[in-house]
C-alpha cells in the first residue's frame, strides 16, 4: 500500500505543470507591472467575498461532518482560518472604497467560481483524506501568489500591513499544516481510500485555482 508522502510526492509531480503555472501568473505579473489599477483589484475582492462566504460555510459543514472522527481538528483549523480570513478580507475591500453592500452585490466570474463550487461538492461528498489532499497541494500555490500580492499591494498601491492582512493570512500557514494533512491522508489510505480519488481531488482543485487566476486576468487585462 502507497503511504501518504509518497503519494503527495507523485501528485506534486504530476502536477507541476500547473503549479508553475500559478507561480508565474501573468495577473500577479501584470499587477506587479502596474498594468492593473485599484478599480480593478475591485474584481478581486468582489471574487473572494463570493468564494470565503462559500468557503466558511463548507468548512463549517466539514467540522459538522467529521464531527466524531479524527480529522476534526484538521478541518476546525481550516475553518478558524477561513474566518480570520473573512475578517480582513473586509479590511481589504474597505481600503479599496468597497463597502459590504457593494461586495454582495458583485456578481461572480463563472470561472473564477469553479473552485468554491467544486469545494462545496468536496465537501458533500468527498472522504476526508481527498479533501486534506486537494488543500495541501493547492495551498502553498495559493499562499505564495498571496505573498506576493501583499508586497505588491503595499508598495504600489501604498496599503497598510492590517490592509493587506487577508493575503498575509494564506502567505504564513500553520506550522503543523501540512504534517496534520498528510496523517489525514494516511488515515484514509489505511480505511481503503483508493489513491486515484485522492489525486483526482488535488488535481481538479488545482486546475480550478488556475482557471480564477485565468479569469481574472482576462477580465482585468483584455
Known amino acids: 500500500m502507497v503511504d501518504a508522502e509518497t503519494l503527495l510526492d507523485e501528485i506534486r509531480q504530476d502536477l507541476h505543470t500547473v503549479t508553475e503555472q500559478l507561480l508565474r501568473h501573468p495577473y500577479v505579473q501584470a499587477l506587479e507591472e502596474g498594468k492593473i489599477g485599484q478599480e480593478n483589484l ?6 473572494q467575498y463570493n468564494i470565503i462566504a462559500s468557503d466558511l460555510k463548507s468548512a463549517a459543514y466539514l467540522v459538522s461532518r467529521f464531527g466524531s472522527a479524527t480529522s476534526r481538528d484538521f478541518f476546525l483549523g481550516i475553518l478558524q482560518g477561513e474566518r480570520a480570513a473573512w475578517d480582513a478580507l473586509l479590511t481589504f475591500a474597505h481600503a479599496l472604497g468597497l463597502n459590504e453592500t457593494q461586495l454582495r452585490e458583485h456578481e461572480p466570474l463563472p470561472c473564477a467560481h469553479a473552485y468554491t463550487c467544486y469545494m462545496a461538492w468536496l465537501a458533500l461528498y468527498a472522504s476526508d483524506a481527498e479533501i486534506a489532499s486537494a488543500y495541501l497541494v493547492n495551498f502553498p500555490a495559493w499562499g505564495q501568489n498571496c505573498g506576493r500580492l501583499s508586497g505588491i499591494l503595499r508598495e ?16 504564513s500557514p500553520p506550522a503543523m499544516f501540512e504534517v496534520n494533512a498528510l496523517s489525514v491522508i494516511q488515515q484514509g489510505l489505511d480505511r481503503g481510500i ?4 485522492i489525486q483526482r481531488a488535488a488535481r481538479l482543485l488545482q486546475a480550478y ?14
Do not use: Q
Not at 501604498?158 to 502567505?171: H, I, K, P, R, Y
Not at 485555482?209 to 483584455?222: G, I, K, N, Q, V
Open 42 to 47: 475591485c474584481l478581486f475582492a468582489g471574487e
Open 156 to 171: 504600489r498601491f501604498g496599503l497598510s500591513e492590517t490592509e493587506v492582512a487577508f493575503f498575509d493570512l494564506f502567505a
Open 194 to 197: 483508493e489513491p486515484r480519488l
Open 209 to 222: 485555482e488556475l482557471m480564477y487566476w485565468d479569469a481574472l486576468y482576462r477580465t482585468s487585462c483584455p
